[in-house]
């Protein structure tokens, strides 16, 4: 028997092994629960200038393509914006020259499910999301409008506001390449985007002297990664 004939029927008789051993790496039904950690790019650039965070997910597949998962996470969205522009003094009829600021931050967190879908090729596998999260926000971020004093124009007037964000709908959509890395534990890796179900409106309480409120938004395209455990 020649080497070359050795060979193949060693290969042969190692493929009944290498299938045993590739058993425990196929997609299948379970419970999984992972975590990712996740950077946006917010859509409305004022006064969003990035966000970042975190998600939990608890995960049921029914079997080795459909499955659907609980989720809760937490997002620092940071506020930074500083503009100029007149309104015209309804006294007067001169145009008055105003300043405005946003600082601060809001830490929101997402409480939600999803549906999912997977697509296997040996180890690896496209996994899709579709899900919807109610957001409950904690604002620090602050407003304030710098104007010329009426009483003595030489001088300036500043009225600092607190902005409050009520708890909006967001919905997402995304795709993750996932590598099983051993048979409990899996990598994940991708992005996608979340969008606005129920736009989001923020509050600003001008310090006793009324509130008023502005459309916000929560849209913005975002990358992940992270790992699942499968129990």
């Not at 290498?18 to 790496?25: I, M, Q, T």
């Not at 997910?57 to 100029?84: F, I, K, M, P, T």
Request: aromatic fraction near 12%; charged fraction near 15%.
């Amino acid at each position: 028997m020649t080497t070359t004939a050795r060979f193949f029927c060693a290969l042969l008789l190692m493929i009944p092994l290498l299938a045993r051993g590739n058993e425990d790496l196929v997609y299948t039904q379970g419970t999984e629960v992972g975590a990712y950690a996740i950077y946006l790019w917010p859509q409305l650039k004022q006064p969003w200038t990035y966000a970042e965070g975190g998600e939990v997910q608890w995960a049921r597949w029914w079997n080795a393509h459909v499955g659907a998962c609980l989720a809760l996470g937490a997002q620092y969205w940071d506020a930074s914006y500083e503009g100029d522009d007149t309104y015209v003094d309804p006294l007067s009829g001169f145009p008055v020259p105003m300043h405005h600021k946003v600082s601060g931050y809001c830490v929101g967190f997402p409480l939600g499910g999803s549906l999912l879908g997977r697509l296997p090729v040996g180890r690896l596998a496209l996994r899709g999301e579709l899900g919807a999260r109610f957001v409950p926000i904690v604002s620090q971020a602050k407003y304030a409008v710098t104007s010329p004093n009426p009483l003595n124009p030489m001088e300036s007037v500043t009225l600092e506001q607190e902005i409050t964000i009520r708890p909006p709908i967001i919905g997402l959509v995304s795709a993750d390449l996932e590598y099983k890395l051993t048979p409990k534990v899996s990598l994940h890796a991708g992005g996608g985007y979340q969008f606005d179900l129920m736009q989001p409106e923020i509050e600003i309480d001008a310090m006793g002297n009324g509130k008023r409120t502005e459309a916000n938004q929560m849209k913005a395209w975002f990358v992940r990664a992270g790992g699942m455990c499968r129990f």
